[in-house]
């Protein structure tokens, strides 16, 4: 059916026959899952705590998987045992209330956590602006995140970041038509997505631990066409740059076609995808022994989350239901957010990987972590290196950045 058509009936069904067609080629294309659709929920295992005493800044912390993966983080440091160690974590979100509002949220998890279990460790919940759409708000937020670190002192103590997680994203609803924009011209989605997190990263990366640190890009499935839920709509393709290398940041779509909401998220995960693993070799070119690594991963399809937020309430309630209830095709954000703490905590080297599981892979609880969350092949157009490489050129061109990798 012509993408035309579909959000048709997106509008004038609430989504009901939309949902029905989503779901069907995810079943399709999981034959494992109607034999195990049934089977018992694996009771859920914590994800070990370690390396305690870091610093971790995670964007879209105050809701969906990032805000899970918070609780996650602050329930291991408060249960770890041994010498009393301090673990900072930013909460860098689009508004300083929302942050302020996810720390509140924190603190009250917090307290009843320690009346259950006390501990020897303490976690610094540090609230921060950073709005993705603005590259004024990230050039902010870098310029404090020193200070914010001190505690509001003078001196940094030559804190370095020990984990980045690029997470917050954004998407439209697929029925729109207008070409949002941020502040500074770029195509919405995609603007918020690649070029705001590019941006974070570019003025981050000199406050990132050389020794081991480590940077996490939440990515997606839809990246790839192949996958059940890409080949859906248009599928994601950047085409030969030619949007973004004639028009610059006035492009509607970096491939130079027409706006699509639909694609435009699509597009903006394949480009997630490019920039992990342009980092990651530009990385291993400039460091000889280990030092910075970078992977990105899929939490899988989750529809509960604000990343919704933008689409037809009734067309989410019975796409949510019908994926994660019923067909069993769907993930909770909590288990998403276990994926992000599995990356943080547990994924080490080689880097420029892509982690990811079969829709559904949630109702093997936590123990799905480093089972079927594995390490899975990117899509084909992910794989061009070169493109790459001249995608990765383009982006600091666009920003008006020059990086010394």
């Known amino acids: 059916m012509?993408?035309?058509?579909?959000?048709?009936?997106?509008?004038?069904?609430?989504?009901?026959?939309?949902a029905s067609q989503l779901l069907f080629p995810l079943l399709l294309f999981g034959p494992t899952l109607a034999a195990t659709a049934a089977a018992e929920d694996v009771p859920a295992q914590a994800v070990p705590a370690q390396q305690e005493g870091r610093t971790i800044v995670l964007t879209g912390a105050n809701s969906g998987i990032g805000f899970e993966a918070c609780k996650r983080i602050l329930s291991a440091v408060n249960s770890a045992p041994g010498a009393t160690t301090t673990t900072n974590l930013v909460l860098a979100c689009r508004t300083i209330t929302k942050a302020q509002d996810a720390v509140n949220r924190l603190l009250a998890e917090k307290q009843q956590d320690q009346e259950e279990q006390p501990g020897t460790n303490s976690i610094n919940l540090i609230p921060a602006e950073c709005n993705l759409a603005s590259m004024a708000s990230i050039q902010t937020f870098a310029d404090q995140l020193p200070t914010l670190l001190s505690g509001g002192g003078s001196s940094s103590d030559n804190k370095k970041i020990n984990v980045l997680c690029l997470n917050a994203g954004i998407s439209r609803n697929t029925a729109a038509t207008d070409v949002a924009r941020t502040e500074d011209g770029f195509e919405l989605t995609v603007g918020t997505?690649?070029?705001?997190?590019?941006?974070?990263?570019?003025?981050?990366?000199?406050?990132?631990?050389?020794?081991?640190?480590?940077?996490?890009?939440?990515?997606?499935?839809v990246h790839d066409p192949a996958s059940p839920g890409g080949a859906q709509g248009v599928p994601a393709t950047l085409g030969n740059l030619n949007g973004l290398e004639t028009q610059g940041k006035n492009c509607e779509m970096i491939?130079?076609?027409?706006?699509?909401?639909?694609?435009?998220?699509?597009?903006?995960?394949?480009?997630?995808?490019?920039?992990?693993?342009?980092?990651?070799?530009?990385?291993?070119e400039k460091q000889s022994n280990g030092g910075i690594t970078v992977n990105c991963f899929t939490p899988g399809l989750i529809v509960s989350t604000g990343l919704f937020r933008d689409q037809n309430p009734l067309f989410t309630k019975l796409f949510d239901f019908a994926a994660t209830d019923l067909f069993k095709v769907g993930e909770t954000p909590a288990w998403g957010g276990g994926c992000l703490t599995y990356m943080i905590n547990d994924v080490a080297g080689p880097g420029g990987q892509y982690y990811g599981s079969e829709p559904g892979s949630s109702k093997y609880g936590?123990?799905?972590?480093?089972?079927?969350?594995?390490?899975?092949?990117?899509?084909?157009?992910?794989?061009?290196?070169?493109?790459?490489?001249?995608?990765?050129?383009?982006?600091?061109?666009?920003l008006g950045i020059s990086s010394s990798l």
Request: charged content about 25%; some cysteine.
């Open 193 to 221: 997505n690649h070029f705001g997190h590019f941006y974070l990263n570019h003025l981050l990366l000199p406050m990132m631990d050389p020794s081991a640190g480590k940077i996490v890009v939440t990515a997606s499935s």
């Open 255 to 284: 491939d130079g076609g027409a706006f699509n909401a639909d694609k435009a998220y699509k597009d903006s995960k394949l480009c997630n995808v490019l920039f992990t693993r342009e980092l990651h070799r530009r990385l291993v």
């Open 366 to 398: 936590d123990a799905a972590y480093g089972q079927q969350f594995r390490v899975l092949p990117v899509s084909e157009e992910a794989q061009d290196t070169a493109k790459a490489k001249r995608f990765w050129e383009l982006s600091e061109r666009e």
């Open 2 to 18: 012509p993408s035309y058509e579909r959000r048709r009936l997106l509008e004038q069904l609430g989504g009901i026959s939309l």
